[in-house]
Every structure is written in structure tokens, then in C-alpha cells.
Nanobody, 128 residues
Framework: QVQLVESGGGLVQAGGSLSLSCAASGGTISKNTMGWFRKRPGKEREFVAGISWSGETAGYADSTKGRFTISRDNAKNSVYLQMNELLPKDTAVYYC?????????????????????WGRGTRVTVSS
């Protein structure tokens, strides 16, 4: 069973940047769509970004498009989220997820139900 561990969270001022990493172990994620989700205080967990198994296709939430960039390195069994121009409303726990039940998918999954392996999250706090 694949396990995911996020890292890179922390405290940053508005307008700043952070880079999150998600390292997979116990199996390969190179064939699977990967996603980042977040849970903001008082809100439901929501889709942030997703990337296809090859890295050729990425999808973003409207709230993160143009500011966040998802990428992956299959050789390192890892996925990344570069977050720029951070806003206080980006404050959340960020989760990495794998769509481990499907291989070589062509469409980036955007709903939580499509992802079945989750990390424990890393906290990002953006101060104003």
C-alpha cells in the first residue's frame, strides 16, 4: 500500500511563496494521477491542483490558477506544489492524494472520492 508524506508547510507572509513536497513510499505512483487538496478553517476539504501520471496534464481550482504550480518527478516518486503570491485565505492544511485505483488516466481527477490514498497533511499559514 502506497503511503504519502507531505512536507514544506510553514508560516509565510502574504505575497510570499512556499513549496510543498509529497513523497510516496511502499509503491510507485508513477502510473497514477496525483492531487493536492486543502482544508481551510471552517471549510470542507477542497481540490487545489491535480496532475496526470505523465505530468503532461494539470488542472487547478479557479482560486489557485496562475499562482500555484503542480509538478511531479516519477523517478523520485514525488509530487510538488509551488505556491506563489500567497494570500491569507490560502491558510489551510494541505493534503497530497493519489488516485491509486486507476492507472494511466487521461483526465485529472478533481473530486475527493476519486482519490483513495491520502497523506496526513502539512499546515500552511499565511499572515497578512
Amino acid at each position: 500500500q502506497v503511503q504519502l508524506v507531505e512536507s514544506g508547510g510553514g508560516l509565510v507572509q502574504a505575497g510570499g511563496s512556499l513549496s510543498l513536497s509529497c513523497a510516496a513510499s511502499g509503491g510507485t505512483i508513477s502510473k497514477n494521477t496525483m492531487g493536492w487538496f486543502r482544508k481551510r478553517p471552517g471549510k470542507e476539504r477542497e481540490f487545489v491542483a491535480g496532475i496526470s501520471w505523465s505530468g503532461e496534464t494539470a488542472g487547478y481550482a479557479d482560486s489557485t490558477k496562475g499562482r500555484f504550480t503542480i509538478s511531479r518527478d516519477n523517478a523520485k516518486n514525488s509530487v510538488y506544489l509551488q505556491m506563489n503570491e500567497l494570500l491569507p485565505k490560502d491558510t489551510a492544511v494541505y493534503y497530497c492524494a493519489a488516485e491509486a485505483t486507476r492507472e494511466y488516466g487521461l483526465v485529472v481527477a478533481r473530486t475527493q472520492l476519486e482519490y483513495n490514498v491520502w497523506g496526513r497533511g502539512t499546515r500552511v499559514t499565511v499572515s497578512s
